[in-house]
């Protein structure tokens, strides 16, 4: 497997995780991996249902200075980078702009946990109205998004909406969207935005990963390049998960590469 970089995980500095950010990275170096990311939450304005925790707040001053010290100590068996998984909406630019540039972020993944400031993972998200209508009203929100709100590096989870509806994946086609998911990929390849690989689907039941097969070869296909892979871990057993899948599922849609990045960079790595 050539893929060593694993670039979507939370630990405890995320509101719905409670793993060790020193365990997270033993494991990672005891599965040969050279570089992790650190994405912790943060999902400014988010919506919750009565009676739920504000879990997708975060202390970044706290988290860095955590980080630091780990990055530190173990910097001379792998590489530790400071990363957020930032909850956009269209309503938060001034917001989201200011945040994404008051710390020096090696990686922003760009996310999207609400859709007209309801989250699909609650049925009331597809509640009075087709499945199908619901997913497009999901791939819209992320076009808007993404021509709004240009803070990030690579857009997470892309499909994350066919995660909880009533059929999960079994409805969902590209055809059926194309023509939205066909805008956001090429505004995404035009602002030299990626996308990332999400692999916890699989540990979801699903047989594809986040975003499916058939986005994924779209977005080649388009053109597009810049791509990341991460497992979404919010425990130690879950990094690096599936990534021979992964690597199996890149090849097939004709990439050539994956990326890491550095100071917002991207470096891309031969697979």
């Known amino acids: 497997m050539s893929i060593r970089a694993d670039y979507h995980m939370h630990s405890h500095n995320s509101g719905d995780s409670n793993a060790s950010m020193e365990d997270m990275i033993k494991q990672a170096i005891s599965l040969n991996l050279k570089q992790?990311?650190?994405?912790?939450?943060?999902?400014?304005?988010?919506v919750y249902p009565e009676g739920k925790e504000a879990i997708f707040e975060l202390n970044t001053d706290s988290y860095l200075y955590e980080l630091i010290g780990l990055k530190n100590k173990y910097q001379d068996q792998i590489k530790v980078l400071f990363g957020v998984e930032l909850g956009l909406q269209a309503h938060l630019k001034r917001e989201i702009a200011i945040y994404s540039r008051s710390y020096d972020f090696d990686f922003i993944i760009g996310s999207s946990h609400l859709c007209d400031k309801v989250d699909p993972y609650y049925p009331k998200f597809f509640e009075g109205r087709s499945e199908e209508e619901a997913h497009h009203a999901y791939f819209a929100s992320i076009l808007e998004n993404v021509k709004k709100l240009p803070y990030f590096d690579v857009y997470g989870h892309l499909d994350y909406v066919l995660r909880y509806g009533p059929t999960k994946n079994d409805?969902?086609?590209?055809?059926?969207?194309?023509?939205?998911?066909?805008?956001?990929?090429?505004?995404?390849?035009e602002e030299e935005k990626g996308i990332e690989l999400n692999t916890s689907g699989f540990d979801r039941g699903f047989s594809e990963p986040n975003p499916y097969f058939a986005l994924l070869k779209r977005y080649r296909e388009l053109g597009g390049e810049i791509i990341t892979i991460g497992s979404d871990a919010h425990d130690a057993a879950h990094i690096g998960a599936h990534f021979d899948k992964a690597e199996e599922i890149l090849t097939a849609c004709g990439f050539k590469y994956y990326c890491m990045y550095e100071n917002r960079v991207p470096e891309f790595i031969k697979l």
């Open 171 to 189: 409805a969902f086609t590209y055809e059926k969207h194309q023509d939205v998911l066909d805008q956001i990929l090429t505004h995404l390849i």
């Open 36 to 46: 992790i990311c650190f994405t912790e939450h943060y999902d400014p304005d988010f």
